[in-house]
């Protein structure tokens, strides 16, 4: 099993910029993929964006194209997402979520680990 607890989280003006982390402990960091899933009041979760176990491959929703970037440091057993110009429609429970599998992972649903969730929200 592998455990993630997520910070970073808080609020900012729209414009703004937000970095999470995701802290991972237990079995091998770099035995996942993983994952930055978020889910906004009334809303089904949404993967915003992905990244293969080591680094290679990497997947984000068309909302968070160009304005979030999604990187790993394996040495480190840390995710992080970048996300820039945040936008009120961003604000959003972000949570960390990591699977064994050997590709992206693309669909919340998929993921088999999740941390406990960082708030981001946004103010226009």
């Known amino acids: 099993q592998v455990q993630l607890v997520e910070s970073g989280g808080g609020s900012v003006q729209a414009g703004g910029s937000l970095r999470l982390s995701c802290a991972a402990s237990?079995?091998?960091?770099?035995?996942?993929?993983m994952g930055w899933v978020r889910q906004a009041p009334g809303k089904e979760r949404e993967c915003v964006a992905a990244?293969?176990?080591?680094?290679?491959?990497?997947y984000y929703a068309d909302s968070v194209k160009g304005r979030f970037t999604i990187s790993r440091d394996n040495a480190k057993n840390t995710v992080y997402l970048q996300m820039n110009s945040l936008k009120p429609e961003d604000t959003a429970v972000y949570y960390c979520?990591?699977?064994?599998?050997?590709?992206?992972?693309?669909?919340?649903?998929?993921?088999?680990?999740w941390g406990q969730g960082t708030q981001v929200t946004v103010s226009s």
């Open positions: 990244i293969s176990r080591r680094g290679g491959s990497t």
């Open positions: 979520a990591a699977d064994p599998r050997t590709v992206v992972v693309v669909r919340w649903y998929e993921y088999d680990y």
């Open positions: 237990g079995r091998t960091f770099s035995s996942y993929a």
